[in-house]
């Protein structure tokens, strides 16, 4: 064999060898950033900060929209998740009480913003890349933040029972359903979410309330104990 068709045959398994180097890399780069995914998701804390709006109506005027903002944390498993989270919508309305003295028996009261703390129970069922749906249902404690009966103008006061029937209508428990999508970065995540709370006519706000929110949430470590 000559030198120059040696120098070929060592080309050739140099280029095979690359080759062969190649195909393994580009196979195996997506298990590698999918199980880098799935680390960044799985067994984790999430942090987040959260803004949005809110759907609304009261007795008096038409369903209304108000800015939110909060913060939640996020807890997960491989296909489930703990979430908990604490908010405020800058509502403003107008609802009533029960007053014999007042027109219709109607006292009409003040109502101003509206803070929320929830605990839901989540799914996350199957991701698509870096995209993660997820639904659930929980619970949620609503509270009104301000509210007073409005007084006409040839009225002095109103009886101490009207302020005892406001407050027992300032807040309520109710059930919270809600779903969304989660886009994994690393350790962060930008997210979208919808949430429902049925209405319940013992509360100010006694109309169905929505909730359609965005933001960022960061993964901080690990969930059970020993994970890093």
């Known amino acids: 064999m000559s030198a120059k068709s040696a120098g070929r045959g060592i080309v050739r398994m140099r280029m095979t060898r690359l080759f062969v180097a190649g195909v393994f890399t580009a196979a195996l780069f997506p298990l590698t950033a999918s199980a880098q995914r799935t680390r960044d998701f799985e067994d ?7 803004a949005g709006a809110a759907s609304y109506s009261a007795v008096y005027g038409d369903a209304d929209a108000a800015a939110t903002f909060g913060a939640e944390w996020l807890i997960t498993r491989t296909h489930g998740a703990l979430y908990v989270s604490a908010d405020q919508a800058n509502i403003k309305a107008t609802s009533f009480v029960f007053d014999p003295t007042a027109e219709f028996s109607a006292r009409p009261v003040h109502v101003d913003k509206l803070r929320r703390v929830g605990f839901a129970a989540l799914a996350f069922p199957k991701k698509f ?4 749906p997820y639904a659930g249902l929980g619970l949620t404690i609503n509270l009104i933040g301000d509210a007073y009966p409005m007084v006409a103008a040839d009225e002095d006061d109103v009886d101490d029972a009207v302020y005892d029937r406001i407050d ?4 309520q428990a109710a059930f919270l359903a809600m779903g969304g999508v989660q886009a994994g970065f690393g350790r962060a995540a930008l997210f979208g979410q919808v949430s429902f709370v049925p209405a319940n006519k013992s509360f100010l706000l006694d109309d169905n309330l929505a909730f359609f929110e965005g933001g960022i949430r960061y993964n901080f470590g690990g969930a059970r104990e020993g994970i890093k």
Do not use: A, L, N, Q
């Not at 890349?129 to 993660?132: A, K, P, S």
């Open 44 to 50: 984790s804390w999430f942090w987040g900060v959260k």
């Open 129 to 132: 890349g870096r995209f993660r």
């Open 168 to 171: 027992e209508r300032k807040s």
